[in-house]
């Protein structure tokens, strides 16, 4: 295997970077990166913390983060595992990277910035959602943003629905689980987890 070593073999092989490339970036939302990222329902964030990265799935319905200025998006951080991977790293070094995805769209929206983890009362009583309140708010500061070249999705096919995989033709939630824990009961779970993803969705 030859392997790579130095940033100037590397930029040898890809060349000179198209223009186009370095012009979208924005330090700011300007109104039509508002446009694409106020549409996306889900987004990935990625962290770093002493133990290494972590990228982790975010989603909510009418839009998976709340811009509240040109510099700066809200997350709030509903149920889950209770494994605040995402958020002990934030803690820790506040580097976050988001990637927005849009529904039926090839255009990827990217943000770089700064993060803080808010418990901010009046900010998780304007989050409210059936009753229910995020437990913390991730403040995200914008560093840069820009969209990411549509070729990836586009090569993927990624919102043809005749390529969309039959869920029963993948392993369950709890066969994941048992292939990880001999001894996991994945009936039990495969068969109470989606009455109990209702109840706790928020």
């Not at 924005?26 to 770093?48: G, K």
């Not at 995989?165 to 996991?184: E, H």
Request: include cysteine; hydrophobic fraction near 40%; charge should be negative.
């Amino acid at each position: 295997m030859t392997i790579i070593h130095s940033v100037e073999d590397l930029k040898a092989i890809y060349g000179i970077v198209a223009e186009p490339s370095f012009v979208k970036v924005t330090p700011a939302l300007t109104a039509e990166y508002r446009l694409m990222i106020e549409a996306s329902p889900f987004m990935a964030l990625a962290t770093v913390g002493p133990e290494g990265m972590d990228c982790s799935p975010r989603g909510d319905k009418g839009g998976v983060v709340r811009v509240q200025d040109d510099k700066t998006v809200l997350l709030p951080d509903w149920r889950g595992n209770n494994r605040i991977d995402s958020l002990l790293n934030i803690v820790r070094d506040p580097r976050v990277a988001l990637m927005f995805l849009v529904p039926g769209s090839n255009t990827t929206m990217r943000v770089n910035g700064t993060a803080v983890v808010s418990i901010d009362p009046a900010l998780l009583d304007s989050f409210e959602m059936d009753g229910k309140h995020p437990r913390t708010v991730t403040v995200v500061t914008i560093d840069e943003v820009y969209f990411q070249c549509a070729r990836a999705l586009i090569r993927s096919e990624l919102w043809n629905a005749e390529n969309f995989v039959d869920p029963a033709s993948l392993p369950t939630p709890g066969t994941l689980m048992k292939a990880a824990k001999a001894d996991f009961d994945k009936d039990t779970y495969d068969r109470e987890w989606p009455e109990k993803a209702a109840k706790t969705m928020w």
